[in-house]
């Protein structure tokens, strides 16, 4: 089972839940805008997806500059606290899977967590290929090797 915390108007949680169905799985899907989190639901993504609530805190398109969570001396339980409170604090999307958990940015990160890959070729919705027609993954410019 492949589980995605997705936000619906995010082009990179369209993405990887495309390329999830893509793989042929049909995976649970939860709009945490609407569900909101529990404290105890995210130390555990966090733990398994080896983050912690700064480096999962989303600086841009988030309230987080207004709620001044930017600052580095901001503890983490208030930084938990204030996602639990405004869910968008929280970088998505993340997926869990039996392959692991992981912050699915960019978008084909979530290749790795997938039984099968889709066939290709496959494309992001900004039209960057990430798979070609023979299942070879493409590299973007400038991305090590």
Known sequence: MIVIHHNPDCGTSRNVLEI?????????????LTEGWT???????FAAAGLT?????????????????LDEDVPDDALLDAMIAH????????VASPKGV???RPSET???????L?????????????????????????DPA
Request: net charge positive; aromatic share 2%.
């Open 20 to 32: 999830i169905r893509r793989s042929g799985t049909e995976p649970v899907v939860i709009d945490y």
């Open 102 to 104: 992981r912050l699915c």
């Open 87 to 94: 869910p968008v604090l929280v970088n998505r999307p993340i």
């Open 118 to 142: 889709p066939p290709g070729p496959l494309h992001k919705e900004d039209g960057q290929m990430i798979l070609t027609a023979s299942g070879a993954r493409v590299v973007p410019p400038g």
């Open 53 to 69: 609530p700064r480096t999962a805190l989303r600086r841009t398109k988030s309230p987080a500059a207004e709620l001044g969570l």
């Open 39 to 45: 404290r105890p639901q995210l130390l555990a993504l």
């Open 110 to 116: 979530v290749l790795d967590l997938l039984d099968r």
